[in-house]
């Protein structure tokens, strides 16, 4: 159980164009679901928690218009690029969780975009 | 300075030895800690949760929890090749994000385990 997916898995967009990033949890209802950024070799960064039918809260210096997310239902949530530039490509990786608290979130295997 | 700092290795090791990785914290208020296994262009998974000092077992691993040195560790006993992954502390004052928590990561440890 708590199986967590993301689509795709790997996408490349031309720069200014727009990516939609799938989030999510198979086989359970996650009241909170959150938003990591990763670059090689380095820590994850949170980006934004949502919570379902409610606006995402975002951290300090994430740009919420560059980087939308709908958490449209307790199984999904979306992240959108927005105009998408080179400095964008990272690895991006959600997590899902039914209670909220941190130590029972459950990670998707991450998607990988690069902007050319 | 990091609020998590973590020796990014990579660390090598023959199969069979013990493993020790650590991170160490600057905030105090950080109470539960965790470690995730990352596979590589994978999410990570978690490993071990500890609330507050103490040490926790479970299987070939071990989580310890230092709260007086800002300082946590995960021993690893008889290492397996199949253990070769990136290894990331996390932490947070609090349980959950709108309980004022907020999850901090180290940079990662990458280990490989050598048959």
């Known amino acids: 159980g708590a199986v967590v997916s993301q689509h795709p898995s790997w996408v490349i967009c031309k720069s200014g164009t727009s990516v939609k990033i799938e989030c999510r949890s198979l086989?359970?209802?996650?009241?909170?679901m959150f938003w990591y950024r990763q670059f090689p070799k380095q820590s994850l960064m949170l980006m934004a928690t949502?919570?379902?039918?409610?606006?995402?809260?975002?951290e300090q210096g994430v740009e919420k218009d560059k980087f939308l997310i709908n958490h449209a239902s307790l199984t999904l949530s979306t992240l959108t690029v927005t105009s998408a530039h080179p400095e964008d490509s990272s690895f991006y990786i959600c997590?899902?969780?039914?209670?909220?608290?941190?130590?029972?979130?459950?990670f998707g295997p991450g998607t990988r975009l690069t902007v050319t | 300075q990091k609020e998590v700092e973590q020796d990014p290795g990579p660390l090598s090791v023959p199969e069979g030895a013990i493993v020790s990785l650590n991170c160490t914290y600057s905030?105090?208020?950080?109470?539960?800690f965790m470690w995730y296994r990352q596979y590589s262009r994978k999410g990570p998974e978690l490993l071990m949760y500890?609330?507050?000092?103490g040490n926790k077992e479970d299987g070939r691993f071990t989580a310890q929890v230092d709260k007086s040195s800002k300082y946590i560790s995960l021993f690893i006993r008889d290492s397996q090749p199949s253990d070769s992954a990136t290894y990331l502390c996390?932490?947070?004052?609090?349980?959950?994000?709108?309980?004022?928590?907020?999850?901090?990561f180290g940079q990662g440890t990458e280990l490989s385990v050598k048959p």
């Open positions: 949502s919570n379902e039918g409610s606006k995402a809260t975002y």
């Open positions: 996390a932490m947070s004052p609090q349980r959950r994000y709108n309980q004022g928590g907020k999850l901090i």
């Open positions: 905030n105090s208020a950080f109470q539960y």
């Open positions: 997590s899902a969780s039914r209670t909220g608290n941190f130590y029972e979130q459950y």
């Open positions: 086989d359970f209802q996650a009241t909170t």
């Open positions: 500890t609330y507050s000092s």
